[in-house]
């Protein structure tokens, strides 16, 4: 019998993990880390406090596996967006759009990364520990179009910080702009004119014209 239940069991603590995540990922966009309670969590999830405590033993943990999972999504979002693409080129601007789409699809995912720009404290010790991996897949991308001769040489972080942080401002500023101002990022118009933006920011960043 054990081995009838084991399964179900465990498929019902992963669901049941999964929810709670889901869920936190929304109250730590909206809350922040420092206001963000796990009762919050539980309440949002529909379950007690120490159901919570069962998966994640404290709101550092979950919040560690809330940003791991957004850091992790995007970036196996990043690897199919740009696999078997090697023109230096379009294999930057397909990584912009790989954050770019990510982000108006996963906009908790947006706020909470802007939250953790603006305040390290989650991540006191190692600001980079979940989120890294984006780093090192732009560093990667501009350094081999630097070595083939397609970019000028660039730091990628001026491009991290000049054109492809503009996605986050994209999703999160589209309510908090005051009237007459607000836009739905995932408006195919609003999000095509946008993108043609980010297009022409990269290409006048990396290209030898680019001052």
């Known amino acids: 019998m054990k081995s009838i239940r084991e399964p179900v069991r465990q498929a019902r603590g992963d669901a049941t993990r999964q929810s709670i995540l889901d869920a936190a990922e929304v109250v730590f966009a909206e809350q922040g880390y420092a206001a963000a309670r796990l009762e919050d969590v539980a309440l949002a999830v529909g379950i007690r406090r120490p159901s919570i405590v069962y998966h994640f033993p404290g709101k550092q943990e979950l919040y560690d596996a809330v940003e791991a999972d957004i850091f992790a999504s995007m ?3 990043v690897v199919a967006h740009t696999a078997g693409v090697t023109d230096p080129m379009t294999r930057l601007l397909a990584l912009l759009d ?8 996963r906009p908790t995912a947006a706020r909470i990364i802007q ?3 603006a305040d390290v404290g989650p991540r006191a010790g190692n600001p980079i520990e979940f989120s890294e991996t984006a780093l090192r897949d732009i560093e990667a991308i501009v350094a081999a179009g630097v070595e083939a001769g397609h970019f000028r040489p660039v730091p990628a972080m001026m491009i991290l910080n000049g054109v492809a942080a503009g996605a986050i401002f994209y999703v999160c500023n589209a309510r908090l702009l005051g009237e007459g101002r607000t836009y739905d990022p995932a408006d195919p118009a609003e999000l095509a004119r946008f993108r043609a933006l980010i297009h022409t920011l990269a290409r006048a960043a990396v290209t030898s014209g680019a001052g």
């Open 115 to 117: 939250r953790l720009i």
């Open 75 to 77: 970036h196996a979002y």
């Open 98 to 105: 790989a954050w770019l789409d990510f982000m108006v699809a």
